[in-house]
């Protein structure tokens, strides 16, 4: 049976209890966190993982050969065994750094910088978040190349037709978020990937905002790189990893120098070690990925098919009950999307709504949320994002409601 598939649902009411900070109280009202799209909440199992770690096994990985050394080798490469399991990929295509920033900046810098030239085009899409822009950016300029942009449409989903027609010749590589961070839209990566590789074109594939959503199978998407960030996953921060093609991986040089990442060094020059230990130099974040392991084993228990379930019967819920409210301005209504709402009341600023909401316990993002291009095309500075997980509850949502409509009566 694959690690994320389980026949029955959890108790969802026992889930929420394995989350401590869940339990808080916020300006003397229960906490309602509607944020998991910015960074999700701990279980107990991966805080308890984190901090047994520092308190039995505390030692430097594949430096020493006394117990300690050996106990957090183990545990360290045990977590990139478990989280290559969970998206269906090798352990030794799986580098493991600091998150998605790190890892879409590793394909800029190993894989794009030396390879691009004048007259090369990279596309990516409107409704990318940042990290998947500021790099292809950096690397167009020093290279020559240029950046195309893939454009949406009105509900925000990606126009595919013109996304294909963009896809000419000139184009090297295609960055796309699997997920949209803002609008929730679920892009179908398999199928243009599948159409990108038949016209030979790289494809990087931001996987933030799926990994802790949905069930991953990424060899079946078919892409050349995806990037995952554990701190939205359950795990900690300062947690994430590249998935990457053996044959990309072998040919790219390191991104970085120093201990790890290397067979033998003098001083006529140095060998380099195999993927994807030659992208990991010195000491990575050990307890840190202990703690992501436990949070794989966590979603895995759970099975991820259920997760998504959760989430989308809790997204359907707030959807309806916020289409009620007068003067409610929803972006993106994709067919398929993850349990992400952004949203405006007219005549109010995104800020203030976040701000009030806050004193009535409610915890939402308010901003632009990494993605300036997206947010410009829409017309707006800002929004307020409502995003969901599984340990979210249908009660939850509509003290959410409730605290809004008294926001928006303040407001007038």
Same mark, same amino acid.
């Given at each position: 049976?694959?690690?994320?598939?389980?026949?029955?649902?959890?108790?969802?009411?026992?889930?929420?209890?394995?989350?401590?900070?869940?339990?808080?109280?916020?300006?003397?009202?229960?906490?309602?966190?509607?944020?998991?799209?910015?960074?999700?909440?701990?279980?107990?199992?991966?805080?308890?993982?984190?901090?047994?770690?520092?308190?039995?096994?505390?030692?430097?990985?594949?430096?020493?050969?006394?117990?300690?050394?050996?106990?957090?080798?183990?545990?360290?490469?045990?977590?990139?065994?478990?989280?290559?399991?969970?998206?269906?990929?090798?352990?030794?295509?799986?580098?493991?750094?600091?998150?998605?920033?790190?890892?879409?900046?590793?394909?800029?810098?190993?894989?794009?910088?030396?390879?691009?030239?004048?007259?090369?085009?990279?596309?990516?899409?409107?409704?990318?978040?940042?990290?998947?822009?500021?790099?292809?950016?950096?690397?167009?300029?020093?290279?020559?190349?240029?950046?195309?942009?893939?454009?949406?449409?009105?509900?925000?989903?990606?126009?595919?037709?013109?996304?294909?027609?963009?896809?000419?010749?000139?184009?090297? @590589? /295609? #960055?796309? *978020?699997?997920?949209?961070?803002?609008?929730?839209?679920?892009?179908? =990566?398999?199928?243009?990937? %599948? &159409?990108?590789?038949?016209?030979?074109?790289?494809?990087?594939?931001?996987?933030?905002?799926?990994?802790?959503?949905?069930?991953?199978?990424?060899?079946?998407?078919?892409?050349?790189?995806?990037?995952?960030?554990?701190?939205?996953?359950?795990?900690?921060?300062?947690?994430?990893?590249?998935?990457?093609?053996?044959?990309?991986?072998?040919?790219?040089?390191?991104?970085?120098?120093?201990?790890?990442?290397?067979?033998?060094?003098?001083?006529?020059?140095?060998?380099?070690?195999?993927?994807?230990?030659?992208?990991?130099?010195?000491?990575?974040?050990?307890?840190?990925?202990?703690?992501?392991?436990?949070?794989?084993?966590?979603?895995?228990?759970?099975?991820?098919?259920?997760?998504?379930?959760?989430?989308?019967? @809790? /997204? #359907?819920? *707030?959807?309806?009950?916020?289409?009620?409210?007068?003067?409610?301005? =929803?972006?993106?209504?994709? %067919? &398929?999307?993850?349990?992400?709402?952004?949203?405006?009341?007219?005549?109010?600023?995104?800020?203030?709504?976040?701000?009030?909401?806050?004193?009535?316990?409610?915890?939402?993002?308010?901003?632009?949320?990494?993605?300036?291009?997206?947010?410009?095309?829409?017309?707006?500075?800002?929004?307020?994002?409502?995003?969901?997980?599984?340990?979210?509850?249908?009660?939850?949502?509509?003290?959410?409601?409730?605290?809004?409509?008294?926001?928006?009566?303040?407001?007038?």
């Amino acid at each position: 049976m694959n690690a994320q598939a389980r026949s029955q649902a959890p108790d969802w009411a026992a889930v929420r209890r394995d989350f401590p900070l869940l339990e808080r109280r916020v300006h003397g009202k229960p906490l309602i966190y509607l944020d998991s799209a910015n960074t999700g909440q701990k279980p107990a199992a991966v805080i308890e993982a984190t901090d047994d770690f520092y308190r039995r096994h505390n030692a430097n990985v594949s430096r020493a050969v006394h117990a300690l050394g050996t106990e957090a080798t183990d545990a360290y490469e045990g977590a990139r065994r478990k989280l290559a399991a969970f998206l269906g990929v090798r352990a030794d295509e799986l580098v493991l750094c600091s998150g998605t920033t790190f890892a879409i900046n590793l394909v800029a810098y190993s894989w794009a910088l030396p390879r691009l030239k004048p007259g090369d085009a990279i596309v990516v899409s409107r409704m990318e978040h940042h990290a998947n822009i500021v790099p292809w950016q950096l690397v167009a300029e020093r290279t020559g190349a240029t950046i195309r942009v893939a454009e949406i449409t009105p509900d925000g989903e990606l126009d595919i037709d013109a996304l294909y027609r963009a896809l000419t010749p000139e184009v090297k @590589l /295609l #960055a796309l *978020a699997h997920v949209s961070n803002v609008l929730g839209t679920v892009n179908p =990566v398999r199928e243009i990937c %599948r &159409e990108a590789r038949r016209r030979g074109i790289v494809t990087v594939i931001d996987g933030s905002q799926a990994a802790p959503h949905r069930p991953l199978d990424i060899a079946a998407i078919g892409c050349d790189f995806y990037a995952i960030t554990g701190h939205k996953m359950c795990g900690p921060t300062g947690t994430g990893a590249l998935w990457a093609r053996r044959e990309h991986l072998a040919a790219m040089p390191p991104f970085l120098g120093g201990g790890e990442m290397i067979r033998e060094v003098s001083f006529d020059g140095t060998v380099f070690n195999d993927g994807p230990h030659k992208f990991e130099a010195g000491t990575p974040n050990i307890a840190g990925f202990v703690g992501l392991g436990a949070a794989v084993d966590y979603l895995s228990a759970l099975g991820m098919e259920h997760v998504e379930a959760r989430e989308q019967a @809790l /997204l #359907a819920h *707030a959807t309806e009950a916020l289409s009620v409210i007068d003067g409610v301005r =929803v972006f993106g209504a994709a %067919r &398929e999307k993850a349990a992400v709402l952004s949203f405006l009341i007219d005549g109010a600023h995104a800020h203030d709504l976040a701000t009030l909401l806050d004193l009535e316990g409610v915890a939402i993002r308010s901003g632009q949320h990494c993605a300036h291009p997206l947010l410009q095309w829409f017309g707006v500075a800002a929004t307020c994002r409502a995003s969901f997980a599984f340990y979210n509850t249908h009660e939850e949502i509509d003290r959410f409601i409730a605290a809004l409509v008294k926001v928006r009566r303040l407001l007038g």
